[in-house]
């Protein structure tokens, strides 16, 4: 695209943000284990773009059929998920996206998963932007693509997210956006 994004934010220590942590870690052996293809985005990626903020959740878009989908609910539930995977699997036909809870099923700390089936969404994988978040590598959705998936949102801390990335980010793809917004 053209976009050299500004580096990002360095993380805050691990301890005090220990939860998330420890959910986005959690998801990244289970994205390993079964081989998936995955962007992160929301709330820790808009930090790392834009400003840090408080989140209890890690939030990831996930590239595969939705037949496949029992095969990562599976390998969540190995990797510290309270997976229910009925429900996971109609909340993702019904709604889009599912919430697999961390530990505990009435745990605040949790995982929101999409599936990436969309021409953006592909996009956005063909764009990804691999950076060192709690000391592993990970791959974030660039700049652009967060911006479009947090004015999709539009809620009010999507808006906040998204005066923070257009603030701290000074070039970005024009073009890029204009097309998918």
Request: proline residues 7%.
């Amino acid at each position: 695209s053209g976009t050299t994004p500004s580096p990002p934010a360095t993380p805050a220590p691990a301890g005090s943000m220990s939860s998330p942590r420890a959910v986005l870690l959690a998801s990244l052996d289970t994205i390993q284990a079964g081989g998936f293809d995955y962007l992160l985005y929301g709330g820790l990626a808009a930090g790392l773009w834009g400003e840090p903020r408080y989140t209890e959740d890690v939030d990831l878009v996930l590239f595969f059929p939705e037949r496949h989908a029992y095969k990562f609910l599976r390998e969540a539930g190995k990797h510290g998920f309270a997976v229910d995977e009925d429900l996971a699997i109609q909340q993702i036909q019904v709604s889009g996206w599912s919430r697999l809870p961390f530990g505990q099923k009435k745990s605040p700390w949790h995982l929101d998963l999409t599936l990436g089936d969309s021409p953006f969404d592909k996009s956005a994988l063909a764009r990804k932007v691999q950076v060192e978040l709690f000391s592993r590598k990970v791959w974030v959705a660039s700049p652009e693509d967060l911006l479009v998936y947090k004015l999709v949102s539009w809620r009010d801390r999507d808006i906040m997210d998204v005066h923070a990335i257009v603030e701290r980010q000074k070039s970005l793809d024009l073009p890029y956006l204009r097309k998918w917004v």
